[in-house]
């Protein structure tokens, strides 16, 4: 059973910055798509970001476009979402994500870290 356990949520005023990390616990992602989802208190989830493993691809939803930053520390088998001009909408619980390449679904899920920015 793969597990996806995310760090580095917590309390940030606006335009500061966060730092979220997801430890794989396989190292088979080199086959997958990695990516940041978030839900807002009262809002579904969302996505923000992905990356697949082998070839560093990336996409962004584009409210996060230019402020946000995924990556992957292929030595420790960490996904990384760099969050720099941070807004009081980015607040909520930021959950990663695994899917295979040739799949749509994401099947894997960590439990999520909550991220607060104060206005």
């Known amino acids: 059973q793969v597990q996806l356990v995310e760090s580095g949520g917590g309390l940030v005023q606006a335009g500061g910055s966060l730092r979220l990390s997801c430890a794989a616990s396989e190292q088979t992602f080199s086959t997958y798509i990695m990516a940041w989802w978030r839900q807002a208190p009262g809002k579904e989830r969302e996505f923000v970001a992905s990356i697949t493993w082998s070839n560093g691809n990336t996409n962004y939803a584009d409210s996060v476009k230019g402020r946000f930053t995924i990556s992957t520390d292929n030595a420790k088998n960490t996904v990384i979402l760099q969050m720099n001009s941070l807004k009081p909408e980015d607040t909520g619980v930021y959950y990663c994500?695994?899917?295979?390449?040739?799949?749509?679904?994401?099947?894997?899920w960590g439990q999520g870290t909550r991220v607060t920015v104060s206005s």
């Open positions: 994500a695994a899917r295979a390449t040739w799949t749509v679904t994401y099947a894997y």
